[in-house]
């Protein structure tokens, strides 16, 4: 039982270039998340999905767009990075939509924009 | 004003000590109360849960929650170095995603 894994761990790009954080749980959790971590700023959310087939903006939406594929999987795409981009960001998974919900989190990718 | 204030630290004791972390927050239709504990380079772990007011002791961690002060607390007793991390409180109304505070990083000195 992986729990929730995410690839890659680390990642360097230069500003305009795009790409696809990729983010998979094998609990049959019915909802998943983005988030980004700053110094200071702590786990502020990007994207999440209630269930399979839905998405929603979280707090910090702007330059981020999501992806559903399945249950299973939920990614998230920066299509023309920006060094303000540069963060940790980590997926989660509960069971449930809700607040009431623990959150499972991955290792999280270490995104580094020039 | 944001919704979860949380003092950022950094908090350094020695081994043995007993550590208060603090949250206050806004908006009085949360009722669920969590505090997630992360570790150097890892992901946010669920340490204690708690549902409305009151409090919830596990081991040697308590959490508390006054709803009537919005504030909510998690006590250490008998703090050891294992327990350096980062502390993070995360409140909900249930309806709505979780609201995390920014933080504290505590550091137990043996």
């Known amino acids: 039982n992986a729990g929730v894994t995410q690839t890659p761990k680390f990642q360097v790009l230069k500003t305009g270039q795009s790409m696809t954080l990729q983010c998979a749980q094998d609990?049959?959790?019915?909802?998943m998340y983005w988030y980004r971590q700053d110094p200071g700023m702590g786990l502020r959310l990007i994207y999440y999905?209630?269930?399979?087939?839905?998405?929603d903006k979280g707090e910090v939406p702007n330059g981020y767009n999501v992806s559903r594929l399945n249950k299973r999987e939920f990614s998230l795409r920066l299509e023309s990075a920006a060094p303000s981009q540069t963060s940790v960001y980590f997926c989660?998974?509960?069971?449930?939509?809700?607040?009431?919900?623990?959150?499972?989190f991955g290792p999280g990718t270490r995104l580094t924009v020039l | 004003q944001k919704e979860v204030e949380q003092d950022p630290g950094p908090l350094s004791v020695p081994e043995g000590a007993i550590v208060s972390l603090n949250c206050t927050y806004s908006n009085s239709a949360f009722q669920y109360f969590m505090w997630y504990r992360q570790y150097s380079r890892k992901g946010p772990e669920l340490l204690m849960y708690t549902y409305s007011s009151g409090n919830k002791e596990d081991g040697r961690f308590t959490a508390q929650v006054d709803k009537s002060s919005k504030y909510i607390s998690l006590f250490i007793r008998d703090s050891q170095p294992s327990d350096s991390a980062t502390y993070l409180c995360a409140i909900s109304s249930g309806n709505t995603p979780l609201v995390f505070g920014k933080g504290t990083r505590l550091s137990v000195i043996a």
């Open positions: 609990m049959n959790h019915n909802s």
């Open positions: 989660a998974s509960s069971a449930l939509a809700g607040g009431s919900n623990e959150q499972f």
């Open positions: 999905s209630a269930s399979e087939g839905t998405t």
